[in-house]
């Protein structure tokens, strides 16, 4: 057209009204441009405010399970280096988003890059999630193993209770029986002591009153002489009449006390200090056992039964007298014999 113009008006060329078009064209191409870039600008704006939203979520969510597995880590011990994993991981996802965000503001023709950091940093976070819920199986795994463990120390507290209750019951009942017990042995011991009292009793009637023969405490004591001759064990005849009284107060002694008392008659004998060394006596032990052993068999000759005879030799290793004289010496070379419960 302005071609059209310039050749109507004859020879002169008019360059302005091209000029015009191709301004007014161009400035067209601009502001198409112009408005390409608006909408790109915006659509991407649009792009990174969703992607920091869905950062967001993302952020709010590590949050919310980061606390969830802090609750844990207390009384957890297992799962402790998975979760300062975890914690240190989206400190690192953070500082990452923080980075992108920048680059997002700073240049948007880098968003595509920022999408492909972002897809990784999503497939990282979802790792993460994984992890997470990988961890608190474990803790729930933890907290039922506890949950039984506590169950089998309550089962065992029951049972040690029951186990005290028992043993209190158990020793209730021992302490009823050890009083019952003492009760019954001290009423043997009285009936015991009441037979042995007839017997001293009965001894002292058949034997008569005699300076060489005496009740000493519990026991009843000949001396040596009466029995035997120095440093012999055989009884002689005036030993052997006194224990034919003896061996009847015995026979009578058996039918008095009760069956359920079993009585023994001990027969110790006895020396003093002097030594005595022959082949028959090589020490007073052997002189001590052998009296007493010899009065148990003569006991047992004249039907006193063997079972309720017992033979003790002592030596000089027990005094009734301490001294050195020629009394003290002979009141300690004597038998004793003592009605006690086997």
Partial sequence: MAWARTRRRGGSTDYWPGFVDAMATLLLVVTFLLSLFMLAQYFLTQEASGKDTALRRLNAEIARLTELLSLETSSKVSGEESIASLSATLAQSEAENERLRGLLGTAGDKSEEA????????KDLDEQ??????A??????????????????????EALDAGEARDKESRTKIADLGKRLNVALARRVQELA?????????LREVLGDRQDIRIVGDRFVFQAEVLF???SADINEAGQIQLDKLAEALRQLQGQIPKNINWVLRIDGHTDINPIATEQFPSNWELSSARAINVVRYLV??????????A?????FQPIDKDYTTQALRRNRRIELKLTER
Wanted: hydrophobic share 45%; net charge positive.
């Fill in 115 to 122: 999408g492909v950091r972002v897809s990784a940093l999503t």
């Fill in 129 to 134: 999630k994984s992890l997470s819920a990988d």
């Fill in 136 to 157: 608190l199986a474990r803790v729930e795994l933890l907290n039922q193993q506890i949950s039984a463990l506590r169950r089998q120390i309550a089962a065992l507290e």
């Fill in 194 to 202: 009441r037979y042995r009292s007839e017997f001293f009793g009965k």
């Fill in 229 to 231: 001759a120095s440093g």
């Fill in 301 to 310: 000759a004249r039907g006193v039964p063997a079972n309720r005879l017992v």
């Fill in 312 to 316: 003790a030799g002592f030596g000089e």
